[in-house]
Nanobody, 121 residues
Framework: QVQLVESGGGFVQAGGSLRLSCAASGSIFSVNRMGWYRQAPGKQRELVAAISSGGSTNYADSVKGRVTISRDNNKDTVYLQMNSLKPEDTAVYYC???????????????WGQGTQVTVSS
């Protein structure tokens, strides 16, 4: 089985920066799409950013220009650099991998446990 372990969340003042990391443990054949989602209290989980195996990225309109997603395929790790943070960025952030665990197997989605990001005004 695969586990995703997130790190880098915390408390920051508005205008500050945080860098989230998500590393996979376990045996993985390949990872297709990697993404970061977030869920604020009382709201649905939403996509923040995603990156394909080829490096193509897409971002939520609310974070464009402030957030950069990147990946290290050798380490099965995805990063989220967040700058100019706003109070409305406060949420639990989850990483997601669409991964194939062995040759010939179907791809499945895997989720991290979530890391809290709190931005004070």
């Amino acid at each position: 089985q695969v586990q995703l372990v997130e790190s880098g969340g915390g408390f920051v003042q508005a205008g500050g920066s945080l860098r989230l990391s998500c590393a996979a443990s376990g045996s993985i054949f390949s990872v297709n799409r990697m993404g970061w989602y977030r869920q604020a209290p009382g709201k649905q989980r939403e996509l923040v950013a995603a990156i394909s195996s080829g490096g193509s990225t897409n971002y939520a309109d609310s974070v464009k220009g402030r957030v950069t997603i990147s990946r290290d395929n050798n380490k099965d790790t995805v990063y989220l650099q967040m700058n100019s943070l706003k109070p409305e960025d406060t949420a639990v952030y989850y990483c997601n991998f669409n991964a194939i665990l062995r040759l010939g197997a179907a791809a499945s989605n895997y989720w991290g446990q979530g890391t809290q990001v709190t931005v004070s005004s």
